[in-house]
């Protein structure tokens, strides 16, 4: 969570700095947790579409829906299981 404070702080200076925004995102997407996951997915998509060739964000992006995507089948199952 430092590292992310950081990088906020960094991205507060200089808002427009794609580069930290890419690395804010890798972080929250790191945390995994779903609100995480979201947030990253926000950033990924921000810089992509500043930058549509920034391949580091799109396998980012790439992989924050995979990993939401999962969240959302535990989350199901999960509730199938307190139905039943």
């Known amino acids: 969570n430092n590292a992310l404070f950081c990088y906020e702080e960094i991205l507060?200076?200089?808002p427009d700095n794609l580069h930290i925004m890419n690395k804010i995102a890798e972080i929250?997407?790191?945390l995994g947790k779903k609100e995480?996951?979201?947030l990253a997915k926000k950033?990924?998509?921000f810089v992509l579409m500043s930058q549509e060739s920034n391949t580091r964000?799109?396998?980012g992006l790439n992989y924050t829906l995979k990993?939401?995507?999962a969240e959302g089948?535990?989350?199901e199952a999960e509730q199938q299981t307190t139905k039943g």
Do not use: D, N, P
């Open 12 to 14: 507060m200076i200089t």
């Open 28 to 30: 929250y997407y790191t």
């Open 36 to 38: 995480h996951l979201k």
């Open 43 to 45: 950033y990924f998509s």
């Open 57 to 59: 964000a799109l396998w």
């Open 67 to 69: 990993a939401l995507q």
């Open 73 to 75: 089948s535990e989350s």
